[in-house]
């Protein structure tokens, strides 16, 4: 079992900044694919940044330029920074991570883009 606690959600007003952290229970080393998904009101859930074991990453093309997933082994934990923050970036972030061959995902941490 892998727990996954995300924090760093919050109020920004758009063309702000806000950093996610989720730190896992487990070494970091034994994930292969670690990465951020978020859902919108009415919307369905949808790829934000993944990183795999070697460090590729993958973005949603909506963030493409403006958010930056990285690994942290100190702290045990993925981190998105997101810049150039817009109205259409709210929703719930949930981290997730898969490991051995099972998904695990996190409670979700809320995100709002607004004036």
């Known amino acids: 079992q892998v727990q996954l606690v995300e924090s760093g959600g919050g109020l920004v007003q758009p063309g702000g900044s806000l950093t996610l952290s989720c730190a896992a229970s487990?070494?970091?080393?034994?994930?292969?694919?670690f990465g951020w998904y978020r859902q919108a009101p009415g919307k369905a859930r949808e790829l934000v940044a993944r990183i795999g074991s070697a460090d590729h990453t993958n973005y949603g093309d909506s963030v493409k330029g403006r958010f930056t997933i990285s690994r942290d082994s100190a702290k045990n934990a993925v981190d998105l920074q997101m810049n150039s923050l817009k109205p259409e970036d709210t929703g719930v972030y949930y981290c997730?991570?898969?490991?051995?061959?099972?998904?695990?995902w996190g409670q979700g941490t809320q995100v709002t883009v607004s004036s």
């Open positions: 487990k070494s970091i080393s034994s994930i292969t694919i």
């Open positions: 997730y991570a898969h490991r051995y061959g099972t998904a695990y």
